[in-house]
């Protein structure tokens, strides 16, 4: 299908096609209710609440007051509503404001100012400098007498430079008065979201130049949220409008992230509504066999002889009823509540605020937090991400001579400065190099300032070297290239740029020197992209060394290189790159190929090195989170070689002896298919080594692999700790991290540009860096931070705790359900198993949402051991990772104790208060206050740290348990009427409550000290040592220490467990110094061996379950 | 300039235990499960409850309690293979007697209480068979839908209605020491509040008993409900399916070799369902009746908790060796 759209005719294409107005809205006003309400209950613990609270309308089955289910129901549902309507209200109203942004729009032959959302496709819409294209347009016409245009694209495809864009042929040259009148027609396909293809036809209608069909590409649009640079103005045909744009239809409504917790819980929500339907059956069961052998002799209960027909089915559903309190609703309001809550935290941590830009971290998406605290792979991006993405020149090194050396900084070298100022001749040609062998584009500011505007970050660095070294590109017009020189001005002539590319490793130009006529080529590239083409008999070894002694700082170095040409040379080379350029077969080829025969015999000038500084803190947040048992896989876009130097100098990788790096490369699928192959084998060998191996992997090898030998390259993936990724598009990024998720791990990704936002949204956690590259990393991502560094502690820090609230949190408020769900089935068994509640509505309500949540929601204060501990031994984030805290078993170990403790209200219970004493309201306070005692003491035990918050909400809940129900106990209606007065005067209520808490507690407390004491967690023994004395706050200092201490600290270091498949085995050894002491520490050899062993094999098991 | 001024704030903000809450920095203790604690509360707790299990224990026994059976003994022993159709006979005559011998002096007042067992007053049916707003307000209120079946008949409202006040316990006892008859306080049996606040003054029995089904007890039409205080105690249901309610109060002491002779009318069928009817009297104490379960459960803990507190003794010093 194709659209044709005819442009300036303000008629047809009304109907046809929509107008600009963009919605991101997902309601209005009226479908809001029914689609928000569907929503909902598209979620199976809705659906399940939903019907027990149809199901409670039903008199004669429901034990309790439907209110108590219907109306934290409908609280649950008004919060989540109003929190979507809230945010819908919020995109409706960005949405407005660009809608009604005023544009300049030609109807009827004038241009009128009209707002944007009314703007048809066929109109010529008119844009000036620094104007936001306000819908995807094909130009037409542009200030620029060669019709060209810049645009910044970063919102589209994250790209800062500027690209050029150029009007089609046709409409070359045409009046700009008559822009206005033009009329034609453009072909083109139907909107898609492909933002690098457009295959139109445009063709112009009398009295324009009326021939052929003038082909359209990408080249000749400009696509929405674009912005229009260093052009006066532009104009061009609206083709896709509103939400019909590439940028339209490529905007998805992310989809929500469910945490591994949050995945957990539901399994075990799924669990134990199995459970209950077993329970539910089989009381069910038995109260029928009940109800027809014994109830039926029991006249006082008058069962009629005949029943309806869904007689059967009565009891069941009471018991179904009476269960259905199992999956706690508070739960959800609960988790929803701390989660924002741990959202907040990071918001208002200002350990994470980066003070030079004044950045506070911020968390967009409320809901994952528990999910840092168990990732296993982080995706980085590496420039500005890793680095600060800010080029600076360095050093330099110019014919044997090195400038820099000793200041650091070539640009303060008296040496080169004096070479500059007295014109040396060699210094001038690698200056002159530095400044015009680009593809830079430089900008005179209005102040009288030259901006540059660069494709890479290293011409931009190169350039303004030049220019403080009084070499400044000042001006480009057109062809001709104006350079100021120590106040002269010097023209060239621009002739050719041979394109940088990934296999050539080097671009130059080819410039006529308008002075005395000279063709010269400049070139500048990789090391061993021009050094081998250095002319015979020049000397290359000082520039070799130059570059490896740069490469061992960290510097990007490229050399600079020049030869003169002749004229006929050049120009019967000329013809050869014009045929090359126009071939339609294996054209990339061609053109290296044309080039190779101009790129020759170099006079090589020199090297420069550049520097990408590593932000603060970047080696060491590594390797604590390398430690923490994160791998670290680096997705770039970068060269191979600088992404390895980053690597090398940020702790990534170990250097040669220690660590290994090896190559999958290769053009075709055989290659490709062997390198991997032979990469994998080494793998699997080494792997036994402590050896740190780490794949190098760059786009063109990766595409294949991810295609052909997916199998291969998992199996890779999950063996290599680390990898690096360059020449990654980002898709591949992309798809990287939906290789590794489909494995099963947490990922997160982080990076600051556009280019890093796919993988961002598509990662289990999307972390952006509000960094230089703009905000729209920072905006599609889950968190934003400021600095790199500020992983670390948003990992262990905020991740681990808000892990191990929730852990604390989800499977306490299963038992607390549990508990009271217990006592109701024992309950059913002394009362003739008929479905009767113990207790009454007004109590079971408040239990649930008030009694046991509170106390409960403080928990988002606690820590089980300090910031500190945590960040000197990240090692036990393992516990998060392998989900330690919350899976099958420690569920089973709360419901466990929920049983225990169900059982111990309800038996003493109902024998402290038998006989005369058994009152059904009075026994039920009995069971009722004896679960909240309990509930006390054991977020008591539970708790790690007391702030005097969790005092009050504790013991607090506790009197305000016993208040609330004086106050009910005061009403004269209520059931309660009397009854809490009643029993506070008995000294055998008191009596009954201590010995349900000492029996209670009693063999949890025993359980737990038992544990905490013999067969200590990692995270037990730190809280032990931590709190005993302190020395181990201060690992620095350990190794002096006696003995005692470190036997604490060795297993620990050692153990930690990295073991993720049975045939996988830490490729890294701890850090040298945790292994040397441990080695020291005499601790006998076979106990924290077990304990590995211990730990790995539970690992493996958490990682089948 | 501003630099300074922030900073100052932040410092000055670094106090408010607001900013401490944010950056989570709240003042903590952080208890640790230490040994000499750990042992210290289980000896704490075995010592504390070790000796009031035992002085709730002697509370217990200070408490005289008889309990006799009657609901076999007073079946003639013509009717013993079918005791249902013996209870469902009018002509049978049903009283009968049962003698209680004192072997502790018992202390006035002697609370009387019939004991029910194997009778289910917290079925579900039986429990929502009432209307509170009723048995308060009378005949004029008709939301008594979960009386259903006793909610009328013959087309006219009961009072009280359903099934708990239907099934109203009826036999009656006289107590007889030596010659004498013993004085029984049938009054104040009843909660205080449920005779001021749950059950109306203005509420007589209406239509009670006159439908098809007869159940339990009767109730006489011109008295009250709120001083009906059989139906108040009956119908404050029993959530164990053995109970005993208060039936009245022998306000003389009872002296040892003392016997006392019960007549009682033994109306009440709980022979249909196995159910066990006996009659106790007892004294009471601040501890209430006869309950040996609090004293021994209190010394099981209380031992429980020394022998643990021992085993992590002997434990600890073990390691610390």
């Known amino acids: 299908m194709k659209r044709y759209v005819y442009i300036n005719d303000n008629e047809s294409s009304h109907k046809l096609y929509c107008d600009n107005r963009i919605s991101n809205r997902k309601y209005t006003v009226l479908n809001f209710l029914p689609k928000n309400l569907w929503e909902q209950f598209g979620r199976f613990m809705n659906q399940y609440f939903l019907l027990i609270a149809c199901l409670q309308l039903w008199s004669l089955i429901t034990p309790v007051n439907p209110a108590s289910t219907w109306g934290p129901l409908i609280f649950i549902f008004a919060v989540s509503a109003s929190k979507e309507a809230w945010d819908d209200y919020n995109r409706y109203f960005s949405d407005k404001k660009a809608n009604e942004k005023l544009v300049w729009v030609v109807r009827q032959g004038i241009r009128k100012h009209i707002q944007a959302q009314d703007i048809h496709v066929g109109n010529i819409v008119w844009l000036r400098e620094n104007d936001e294209v306000p819908c995807d347009l094909v130009l037409i016409g542009t200030s620029d007498p060669q019709g060209l245009c810049y645009v910044e694209t970063s919102a589209l495809d994250g790209e800062t430079d500027l690209k050029t864009r150029v009007i089609p042929a046709t409409c070359m040259g045409i009046d700009f008065e008559l822009l206005h009148k033009i009329k034609g027609v453009i072909e083109c396909p139907n909107p898609d979201k492909d933002i690098r293809r457009f295959d139109a036809n445009l063709r112009l209608f009398p009295p324009f130049i009326d021939n052929d069909v003038c082909p359209l590409t990408i080249k000749n649009t400009i696509l929405q949220s674009c912005y229009l640079r260093n052009t006066e103005w532009a104009c061009g045909v609206a083709v896709y409008t509103g939400n019909e744009t590439k940028l339209g239809m490529s905007r998805g409504i992310p989809e929500p992230k469910l945490t591994a917790m949050d995945a957990m819980i539901d399994k075990l929500t799924g669990a134990i509504f199995v459970f209950q339907i077993v329970v539910v059956m089989v009381l069910g069961i038995a109260g029928n066999v009940w109800k027809d052998t014994e109830a039926r002799k029991q006249w006082y209960v008058l069962y009629p002889l005949e029943g309806p027909w869904y007689e059967l089915l009565v009891i069941p559903l009471r018991f179904e009823l009476l269960c259905s309190i199992m999956i706690p609703i508070s739960i959800k309001v609960s988790l929803d509540l701390v989660k924002s809550l741990y959202a907040k935290f990071i918001d208002w941590d200002s350990e994470m605020i980066d003070y030079e830009t004044g950045i506070p971290s911020h968390a967009t998406n409320t809901a994952i937090s528990e999910d840092l605290g168990q990732v296993e792979y982080i995706m980085t991006d590496k420039t500005g991400t890793l680095t600060e993405n800010r080029m600076i020149f360095r050093r330099c090194c110019i014919s044997g001579v090195f400038y820099g050396n000793e200041s650091g900084d070539a640009l303060k070298d008296t040496k080169l400065l004096n070479a500059v100022a007295v014109s040396s001749p060699d210094v001038v040609q690698f200056v002159t190099v530095m400044a015009i062998c680009n593809t830079v584009i430089p900008i005179k500011s209005k102040t009288g300032a030259i901006l540059y505007k660069a494709q890479s970050q290293d011409e931009d660095a190169l350039v303004n070297a030049a220019a403080q070294l009084h070499m400044v590109y000042a001006n480009k017009n057109a062809n001709i290239l104006e350079i100021r020189f120590n106040g002269s001005v010097i023209k060239y002539e621009l002739l050719e740029i041979l394109e940088f590319t990934s296999d050539r490793k080097r671009m130059s130009v080819v410039v006529k020197d308008c002075q005395n006529g000279k063709f010269v080529l400049l070139s500048k590239g990789a090391d061993e992209a021009i050094l081998p083409y250095a002319y015979d008999g020049q000397q290359t070894r000082t520039f070799i060394e130059a570059v490896e002694q740069y490469a061992q700082l960290g510097l990007r170095t490229l050399c600079l290189a020049w030869r003169e040409l002749k004229e006929d040379e050049y120009q019967e080379w000329s013809l050869m790159f014009k045929e090359a350029s126009s071939t339609l077969v294996d054209r990339e080829w061609r053109i290296a190929e044309v080039c190779q025969r101009l790129e020759r015999d170099f006079e090589v000038l020199g090297v420069t090195a550049i520097e990408d500084r590593l932000q603060d803190g970047v080696p060491e947040t590594i390797e604590t989170l390398r430690k923490a048992g994160i791998n670290f896989w680096m997705l770039t876009g970068d060269k191979q070689n600088t992404a390895i130097q980053i690597a090398l100098s940020c702790n990534f990788i170990s250097p040669e002896p220690k660590g290994q790096l090896l190559l999958i490369d290769g053009k075709t699928e055989d290659e490709v298919c062997r390198s991997l192959e032979r990469v994998l084998l080494t793998m699997r060998i080494t792997s036994s080594e402590p050896k740190d191996v780490a794949f190098v992997v760059d786009g063109w090898a990766l595409e294949i692999a991810l295609k052909h030998y997916r199998k291969v390259f998992t199996e890779l993936a999950i063996l290599s700790r680390t990898a690096i990724c360059c020449r990654v598009t980002p898709s591949q990024k992309a798809q990287l991290v939906e290789l590794l998720k489909s494995c099963d791990y947490r990922t997160l990704a982080i990076g600051d540009g556009g280019n890093d936002v796919r993988m961002i949204q598509q990662a289990d956690i999307g972390v952006g860096i509000s960094g230089r590259e703009g905000l729209q990393a920072a905006r599609a991502a889950d968190y934003s931070i400021g600095k790199f560094r500020f992983l670390k502690r948003l990992i262990l820090v905020h991740g681990r705790y808000s892990y191990n609230r929730t852990a604390f949190l989800s499977q306490y408020s299963f038992y607390k359900s549990l508990v009271i769900c217990f006592i109701q089935i024992f309950f059913s068994f002394i009362s003739g198993v008929s479905g009767t509640s113990l207790f009454n509505s007004v109590s079971l309500m408040a239990y649930n949402v008030f009694y046991t949540s509170v106390p409960v929601l403080v928990s988002v204060l606690d820590k089980d051991l300090s910031e500190g501990t945590v960040m000197q031994h990240p090692q036990i984030l393992f516990y998060c990772q392998a989900g330690r805290l919350l899976n099958p078993s420690t569920f089973a170990g709360w419901f466990g104790r929920s049983l225990f403790h169900a059982i111990v209200v309800f038996v003493i219970t109902i024998h402290a208060y038998a006989y005369e004493k058994s009152e059904m309201e009075e026994l039920s306070m009995v069971a009722l206050s004896g679960c909240i005692w309990l509930q006390a003491f054991v977020v008591a035990l539970e708790t790690n740290s007391f702030t005097i918050l969790q005092h009050l909400a504790i013991w607090g809940n506790l009197v305000a348990f016993y208040v609330i129900n004086w106050i009910i106990s005061a009403i004269p209606a209520s059931g309660m009427y009397t009854i809490m007065f009643r029993l506070c005067r008995q000294p055998s209520y008191w009596i009954t409550m201590f010995l349900i808490v000492a029996a209670g507690m009693g063999p949890v407390l025993a359980l737990k000290y038992f544990r905490y004491t013999y067969r200590p967690s990692k995270i037990n023994t730190l809280q032990q040592a931590e709190r005993m004395g302190g020395p181990i706050l201060t690992l620095g200092n350990i190794e002096p220490q006696p003995r005692s201490i470190e036997k604490e600290v060795s297993p620990l270091s050692i153990t930690q467990p990295k073991s993720r498949s049975p045939v996988y085995e830490p490729l890294l050894s701890d850090s040298p110094n945790s292994s040397r002491k441990s080695m020291g520490s005499g601790t006998p050899f076979d106990f924290f061996q077990s304990q590995s062993r211990l730990s790995s094999s539970y690992s493996r098991n958490c990682k089948d379950n | ?321």
């Not at chain 2, 009682?264 to 004294?283: A, E, I, R």
């Open chain 2, 1 to 321: 300039m501003s630099e300074t001024n922030s900073d100052r704030q932040r410092r000055g903000d670094r106090e408010s235990a607001f900013y401490l809450f944010t950056q989570q920095r709240l003042p903590a203790c952080k208890p640790v499960l230490t040994p000499p604690w750990v042992i210290t509360i289980y000896f704490l707790v075995g010592f504390i409850f070790v000796p009031v299990g035992l002085f709730t224990l002697r509370a217990s026994h200070s408490v005289v309690e008889i309990e006799e059976r009657y609901d076999i003994e007073c079946v003639p022993s013509q009717f013993r293979n079918d005791k249902v159709s013996y209870i469902q006979d009018d002509s049978v005559p049903k009283n009968c007697s049962l003698l209680f011998k004192v072997d502790k002096y018992m202390k006035a007042p002697i609370y009387i209480y019939y004991q029910l067992e194997n009778y289910y007053q917290n079925h579900r049916r039986y429990v929502r068979s009432r209307s509170d707003q009723q048995l308060l307000h009378g005949r004029n209120f008709h939301g008594t839908s979960y009386c259903q079946p006793l909610e009328s008949s013959n087309n006219r409202p009961i009072v009280p209605c359903g099934l708990i006040a239907w099934s109203l316990f009826n036999d009656t006892f006289t107590f007889i020491r030596g010659k004498a008859l013993l004085k029984v306080n049938r009054t104040n049996i009843a909660w205080k509040s449920d005779r001021d606040h749950k059950f109306g003054k203005n509420v007589y029995p209406f239509n009670f008993q006159n439908g098809t089904w007869i159940g339990g007890g009767k109730l006489n039409p011109r008295i009250p409900l709120s001083n009906q205080e059989d139906l108040i105690v009956w119908m404050r249901i029993s959530a164990l399916p053995s109970f005993r309610k208060l039936y009245g109060r022998i306000e003389e002491d009872l002296d040892v070799g003392d016997y006392v002779v019960v007549q009682l009318m033994n109306d009440y069928n709980t022979y249909s369902f196995g159910g066990k009817k006996k009659l106790v009297l007892s004294t009471s104490n601040w501890l209430g009746g006869k309950n040996d379960f609090l004293g021994l459960a209190y010394v099981f803990v209380g031992s429980s908790s020394l022998t643990v507190a021992i085993v992590f003794m002997l434990l600890h010093l073990r390691s610390q060796r």
